[in-house]
C-alpha cells in the first residue's frame, strides 16, 4: 500500500471551506492526502512533533493553510525539510492581507511557497506539480489538466464571441 504523500493542515476547521478546492481538486486526480488541524498557538508541540515527523511518516509536500497572524506554514517549514506550500486564509478584518504577508516574508533560509489568498487549488496544483517530477501518472494527468484549461478559455472565448456580436 502506497504511503500518503501530501499532508493537509490548518489552524483551525473553520478554515476548512477554503481547504476544499484543494481537496476536491486532489480527488479528481485521485491522489491521497491527510487532513489535520495543527495550531501552531494552541498546540505548539503537536505542531513540532507533526512538522519533525513528517518526512519520516512517508510526507513529501505539506500545504499549510492559516489565517491571521498565519504561522504554521513557517513555523512548520522551520522543522521539516519538506517543501511547504502555504495558504493564507482571510479570517480577519483585513481580508487575508495580514496572513499573505506573514507567510510570503519569511526570513531568508526558511522558505514557504506562498499562494494567493485563499487559493487553496493552486496549492494542491503546486503540490502535484512537485509530485509530478517523480510520478509519470501525476506529470500526465496535470497535462491533461493544463490540455482541460485550454479548452475552457477556447469555449469562453466562443460564447463571449456570440454575446457580443453585433446584429
Given amino acids: 500500500m502506497k504511503k500518503t504523500e501530501i499532508a493537509i493542515i490548518m489552524g483551525s476547521d473553520s478554515d ?22 495543527v495550531s501552531a498557538h494552541r498546540t505548539p508541540a503537536m505542531m513540532q512533533t507533526f512538522a519533525k515527523k513528517a518526512h519520516a511518516n512517508g510526507y513529501k509536500v505539506i500545504i499549510a493553510a492559516a ?48 499562494m494567493a489568498v485563499d487559493n487553496s487549488t493552486n496549492a494542491a496544483l503546486f503540490a502535484l506539480r512537485i509530485l509530478g517530477t517523480k510520478s509519470k501518472p501525476i506529470f500526465e494527468k496535470l497535462l491533461v489538466h493544463q490540455k482541460e484549461l485550454k479548452v475552457k478559455v477556447k469555449k469562453m472565448n466562443q460564447k463571449l464571441k456570440r454575446k457580443t456580436r453585433k446584429p
Fill in 67 to 114: 489565517g491571521g497572524a498565519a504561522h504554521l506554514p513557517g513555523m512548520v517549514a522551520s522543522l521539516t525539510p519538506l517543501p511547504v506550500i502555504g495558504v493564507p486564509i482571510s479570517a480577519t478584518q483585513l481580508d487575508g492581507l495580514d496572513s499573505l504577508l506573514s507567510i510570503a516574508q519569511m526570513p531568508s533560509g526558511v522558505p514557504v511557497a506562498t
Fill in 16 to 37: 476548512l471551506p477554503k481547504m476544499q478546492s484543494a481537496l476536491d481538486l486532489l480527488d479528481s486526480f485521485k491522489v491521497s492526502y491527510d487532513v489535520k488541524i
